[in-house]
C-alpha cells in the first residue's frame, strides 16, 4: 500500500513538472480570440488605424525555442477604429476594395516562419515569407517570445513596404502630383499572439 501510494505521488509531481517547466516541442496552436493584430497607415494629412483578425496559426516549438510556425491572417475582417459610422464604413469599404487589398479575391494573408533565432533570452530575429494579394515577399523583424504558464506569448511589430505587394493606391512611387492624397508605403502590424 506504501509503494503504491508513493508510486502514485511521485506520478503526479512528475506531470505536474512536466506542465509547469518542461520545454515545449512540436506545434502550439493560436487562440484567436486572446490575440490581437494591429495596423497602421500614415498620409501626408493624417494617420489610419485599426485591427484585422487571425483566422488561425501554429508556433513550432524545439526544446522550448521557437522554431517556425505560420499563420493566416482573415482580411475580410479589416477594421477602423478612428473612425465611426459611415466615415469608418467608407474607409473600410475602400481598403477591402481592388484599390488597396482586394479581399473578395484575397480574403486572406499568410505569414510563414522560414527562420527563428534567438538573440538573447526571449528576444528573436524573425525571418519570414508575407503573402499579400497572392504576392510573397521575404520579411525580417525582431519579436519577443516568452513562456507564460502553459501559453505561449508573442509581440512583434513589423513595417511592411504596401507597393511590393501591388497595393499601389495613392503610393508616390507610382503617381505623380499627389500632393496632399500621398498615402505613405510603408504601414505597420503590431501583433500580439497567444498560443497554447
Known sequence: MTRTLYSVLFSLFFLAGLTAGDPVNGFVKVVPT????????????????????????????????????????????????????EYAGKLEGHLK?????????????????????????????????????????????????????????ANATLTIDRSLFNVRYGSGKFFDNLGDSTIYDNFDLTISLVAQ
Open 97 to 153: 476594395s481592388d484599390d488597396f487589398f482586394g479581399v473578395s479575391e484575397f480574403p486572406v494573408a499568410t505569414l510563414i516562419i522560414t527562420e527563428a533565432k534567438q538573440q538573447t533570452k526571449g528576444d528573436y530575429q524573425i525571418k519570414a515569407n508575407l503573402t499579400i494579394k497572392g504576392i510573397t515577399q521575404p520579411i525580417t523583424f525582431p519579436a519577443t517570445i516568452m513562456r507564460s504558464g502553459d501559453q505561449i506569448k
Open 34 to 85: 486572446a490575440s490581437k493584430v494591429e495596423w497602421l497607415g500614415k498620409k501626408v494629412t493624417g494617420q489610419h488605424n485599426g485591427t484585422v483578425s487571425i483566422k488561425d496559426g501554429q508556433l513550432q516549438m524545439s526544446d522550448g525555442f521557437v522554431t517556425g510556425g505560420n499563420f493566416t491572417i482573415d482580411m475580410t475582417t479589416i477594421k477602423v477604429l478612428d473612425l465611426q459610422g
